[in-house]
């Protein structure tokens, strides 16, 4: 295959090194506030990734992450939680066995997390993927909506409106990062296997991927499943990174946020998702002050909640009219890529002076 | 029991009568053709034969299993593989990539085992390279192999098409419209390249063709539809001189 493959895997290793050196310095020396920045930006990543594997790679848009990581925060916050403090928090109706009375360490939760999503992501893609086009993203939005509110009526089990509370805020870069670099590390792999090849076929045109025999649902189940896993997880982590969740957390905003990552990024490309959650999460924060009132000489704007929506949104449209395939197109970041780029420069260097 | 039999197939679309009553045998190393003018139900049997359509009355059977009802990736498995009309490569990988994917559905591999690229993985996908360079060098596309599909030419698509069918492991391939948009020379390789991968592969071949030369040059027999209704079957010699072909091609005159 590639000549250069120990090379490139050598660089690899050295490259997760480094950053791991860098976030140790940052989680050491960096404010709370761009620490938590820092963790939104793990966490997205890992969520926009696995999202784009099913919209991206895939080609089925869907709309459903909200509705995963809703199920993977409320299965592993129930599992960290005490039976003490679930006792307290249920106060309109007591929690059921067995919930009441389990408590698992923090990873078995994430796993548990992980694992529940994923059930539920492949008994959703049963029903969602007997449609597809446009009739799949209303059918996954409707998903969205539905756990939402199931969220909010399972009074003895999410403790409906009230949410959970005062979850041990185990959630730090170490678990975010890693699992970032988990998620990219299956999902770029997977692509470059042949079921990836095959999932990219589906998208491609699936009429033409059932002519060499590939079984276009089955590849589908294999991207929102593991979608469903990643999101899960990515939920836990979330909700012991905040430490309090409600149905509200869980609202199509979210799918919003990582669908305009996803497309910034490039569809399909994973390389692309990463740049954009980061690009998007620090972006967000950066534009927080358009949501401030604002005082420019004699001209007072009063402050509007909810501008930075309408500033991602126009750059939404922005994209799908002047760039739709977005930073990355359907390429991919590669190392041989980078040592051409710095054996040109060197060439250019030596050559001036 | 025939290698390939269809027997009283009707398909419906509505009122339509796309197909009526169609009727066919193969015999194994066969290359059969079906023509007939525009429109006239070929694209039709051949997608009630690749699973595309289920058809409204009748039966398929292939080496000994009924086939209709069954989905089109099932039959592809089982030894079918088709082309298109329209050429329908996946048009963003790479002419290597159109045909390793073929062997994508006889991979044994779970996914796990392919993302930690075990050693049967690894060893399956050197087979799927392997494979796919084979077809491409008897296909003539080697030089090819790294290029984007889509910057090929007409005619090299339609190859790429046909290897990408060949590395299925077919044991009947259906062929629709292969010679559509080549140029003489592209045709005449074309005959070539058909009769040599059916005597390499032990294929059995059915063909839908307009070009009249290719199809009287390669088949052995061939059969004629027109509103969907068998008119004519015969060796090329015989379907030359039927009446009824010529009324149905030049309209009655
Ligand atoms: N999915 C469909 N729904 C409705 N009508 C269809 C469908 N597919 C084919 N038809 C109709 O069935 C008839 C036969 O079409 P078919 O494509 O089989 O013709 P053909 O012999 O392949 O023609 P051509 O030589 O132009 O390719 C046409 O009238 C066509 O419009
Ligand atoms: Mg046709």
């Known amino acids: ?39 939104n930006c793990g966490l997205f990543i890992t969520l926009a990734v696995s999202y784009n594997l099913i919209n991206g790679v895939t080609g089925q848009f869907s709309l459903e992450p909200n509705a995963f990581v809703a199920i993977g925060a409320y299965t592993s916050a129930l599992l960290t939680l005490s039976p003490a403090e679930k006792a307290m928090s249920f106060i309109i109706e007591p929690i059921i066995w067995p919930l009441s009375v389990i408590q698992t360490p923090f990873i078995i939760s994430l796993l548990a997390a992980g694992i529940v999503t994923a059930i539920f992501g492949f008994l959703m893609g049963f029903a969602v993927f007997r449609v597809r086009g446009d009739y799949l993203a209303i059918v996954t939005l409707g998903f969205g909506e539905v756990v939402r509110v199931v969220a909010n009526n399972t009074q003895t089990i999410t403790n409906g409106p009230l949410g959970l509370k005062a979850l ?28 990836g090849m095959a999932m990219k076929a589906v998208k491609y045109d699936e009429a033409a991927a059932e ?73 967000g924060e950066f534009l927080r002050f358009v949501e401030e009132p604002i005082n420019i000489f004699f001209i007072h704007i009063p402050a509007v909640p909810g501008m930075r929506m309408v500033i991602f949104s126009l750059l939404l449209v922005l994209m799908m009219i002047f760039a739709r395939h977005g930073i990355m197109g359907t390429r991919e970041f590669s190392w041989n890529w980078v040592v051409d780029r710095m054996n040109g420069l060197k060439f250019l260097l030596r050559n001036r002076g | 029991m025939d290698f390939f039999a269809a027997k009283n197939l009707t398909m419906k679309f509505g009122g339509l009568v796309a197909v009526n009553d169609f009727n066919i045998t193969l015999k194994r190393g066969e290359i059969v053709g079906l023509i007939g003018p525009n429109g006239a139900g070929k694209t039709t049997v051949f997608n009630m034969v690749a699973g595309y359509y289920e058809p409204t009355e009748g039966t398929i059977t292939f080496s000994k299993n009924i086939i209709n009802g069954k989905k089109a990736n099932e039959i592809t498995k089982l030894g ?13 990988l790479s002419v290597i990539e159109n045909v390793m994917i073929a062997y994508h559905c006889r991979v044994k591999s779970t996914f796990l085992g392919a993302v930690l690229r075990f050693p049967l993985y690894r060893r399956e996908e050197k087979m799927m390279h392997e494979g796919a360079m084979n077809i491409l060098e008897e296909v003539g596309l080697a030089s090819l192999a790294k290029e984007r599909s ?8 339609r190859r790429l098409e046909i290897a990408r069918a060949l ?28 009769i040599r991968i059916r005597d390499n592969h032990g294929l059995t071949v059915f063909l839908i063709e307009h070009d009249m030369k290719f199809v009287m040059q390669i088949c052995e027999r061939m059969k004629v539809i027109d509103y969907g209704t068998t008119i004519a079957e015969g060796t090329p010699e015989e379907i030359q001189n039927n009446e009824r072909v010529i009324k149905a091609y030049l309209g009655e005159a």
């Open chain 1, 1 to 39: 295959m590639d000549v250069h493959h120990r090379r490139n895997q050598i660089l690899s290793i050295l490259a997760i090194g480094l950053g791991f050196v860098l976030l140790y310095l940052a989680q050491k020396y960096l404010t709370s506030y761009q620490v938590r920045i820092l963790n």
């Open chain 1, 168 to 195: 041990a805020p185990y959630t730090n870069v170490w678990w975010t990062w890693g699992l970032a670099l988990i998620t990219v590390f299956y999902v770029s792999r997977l692509v470059r296997t042949s079921y």
């Open chain 1, 211 to 283: 002519a060499v025999g590939i079984n276009a649902f089955r590849h589908k189940m294999l991207a929102f499943t593991s979608s469903a896993f990643f999101e899960g997880i990515g939920g836990g982590l979330l909700a012991h990174l905040i430490t309090t969740i409600s149905p509200t957390l869980f609202t199509f905003f979210l799918t919003f946020n990582l669908l305009i990552m996803i497309v910034v990024g490039g569809l399909g490309s994973t390389t692309g998702a990463i740049i954009a959650a980061i690009l998007v999460t620090w972006g």
């Open chain 2, 80 to 92: 079918i593989a088709r082309t298109f009309q329209n050429i329908r490569l996946f048009t963003e």
């Open chain 2, 150 to 157: 889509d910057s090929l030419p007409y005619g090299q698509q």
């Open chain 2, 167 to 194: 590395a299925t492991g077919p044991e009947l391939l259906l062929l629709d419209e292969p010679a559509a948009g080549m140029n003489p020379q592209e045709t005449q390789d074309l005959v070539d390249l058909v």
